[in-house]
């Protein structure tokens, strides 16, 4: 490496002096910076490079950078003491497709050492796709599996690369060897059912898509059937249960309603103005109860089933009947 550099800093020095044709210049000859080249995560574009050997400490940079395409370069940074440059922000030429090159140079005092090229960057092919997320949901035997798309610097990831899909790897905690793969989900989660109950699993998700691999996500792991789950379950059985005996009671009241109703009001019989009411229309079902051999007994499921003659009712043991038959 040390090697190199010199060479090429000598190179630089023979250039320049042949340029200028005169040995004036020699002791100015700053060497440019090395490994010069570009990096790219989740569609950002930086440009970083190394310094040259024996860099003083105020050394500064100044970077320029194109799409290979065009011919002239753009203003990157400048004067930057350390030795990489974010150029994402700096740019509204870039696109997913884009390819681009950049080129830096050295700076001490009036010195400057020759510019340093890059070699192209293919934006879509090149850059490193960061983990998706991934959040778990359990049940008994179930566990949903979300994943989120990576966020892109530029465009987002199903519009950079149109068939996008997913792998995801699941294994019993502790068992990896025996994991187990869906391939090629295109949704952004499945389900899987038929896990065994009380089990922790874990999971690992893969970006499938061309070029380079995406980086996988974390192992993330999460138990079937945990106890977590279960207090939802128990709190429904007890809600069922509730609402059960509050239905059994209910029920009671209304079958055993005329036995209660003698009980509260002793002395009075069925008052005439419910008679009456019962008697009105002809054709009602409270008619045709009439006939029946008990009705007694469907009269008191009917007086639960209509408001009005249960209000009757009610209203017979404060004597008042007589109010209630004139408003009908
Ligand atoms: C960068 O540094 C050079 C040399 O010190 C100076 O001439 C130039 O004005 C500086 N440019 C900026 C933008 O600071
Ligand atoms: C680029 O801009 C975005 C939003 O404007 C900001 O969140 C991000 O930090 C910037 N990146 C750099 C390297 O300046
Ligand atoms: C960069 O791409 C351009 C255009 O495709 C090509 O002419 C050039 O040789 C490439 N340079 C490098 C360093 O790969
Ligand atoms: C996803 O699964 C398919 C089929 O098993 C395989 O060919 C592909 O290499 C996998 N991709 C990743 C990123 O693991």
Request: hydrophobic share 40%; aromatic share 10%.
């Amino acid at each position: 490496m040390k090697l190199l550099d010199s060479m090429s800093a000598l190179r630089v020095f023979f250039l320049i002096f042949s340029a200028l044709g005169g040995p004036t210049v020699v002791s100015g000859v700053l060497s440019g910076p090395t490994n010069v080249h570009f990096t790219s995560y989740n569609m950002n574009l930086v440009l970083k490079w190394s310094p040259p050997d024996g860099a003083p400490k105020d050394l500064v940079y100044t970077v320029q950078y194109k799409p290979v395409i065009t011919d002239d370069y753009r203003e990157g940074c400048v004067n930057i003491s350390i030795s990489e440059c974010d150029l994402t922000n700096l740019s509204d030429i870039l696109f997913e497709y884009g390819v681009y090159i950049g080129k830096v140079r050295a700076q001490l005092g009036s010195e400057t050492s020759p510019w340093v090229e890059s070699s192209n960057i293919t934006m879509d092919k090149d850059t490193i796709i960061g983990p998706p997320s991934v959040s778990l949901l359990s049940s008994w035997t179930t566990i949903e599996v979300m994943f989120e798309d990576p966020v892109l610097e530029y465009s987002t990831l199903r519009q950079a690369y149109t068939d996008i899909t997913y792998n995801i790897t699941y294994w019993k905690d502790g068992q990896r060897e025996k994991a187990k793969k869906k391939s090629n989900i295109q949704q952004n989660r499945i389900v899987l059912s038929d896990l065994d109950p009380l089990t922790k699993y874990c999971f690992q998700v893969h970006i499938n898509k061309m070029w380079k691999p995406a980086e996988p996500s974390a192992t993330v792991c999460e138990s079937t059937g945990s106890e977590e789950q279960q207090i939802p379950w128990v709190a429904a059985a007890v809600t069922f249960v509730v609402i059960a005996i509050v239905a059994a009671l209910v029920a009671v009241t209304v079958v055993y309603r005329r036995s209660i109703y003698h009980f509260l009001c002793p002395n009075d019989a069925l008052p005439e103005h419910f008679k009456e009411y019962l008697l009105e229309p002809p054709n009602s079902t409270i008619y045709k109860a009439m006939q029946n051999p008990q009705p007694t007994e469907i009269i008191a499921d009917v007086i639960v089933v209509e408001g009005g003659p249960l209000e009757a009712t009610a209203s017979t043991c404060s004597k008042q009947p007589d109010v209630i038959v004139e408003q009908r």
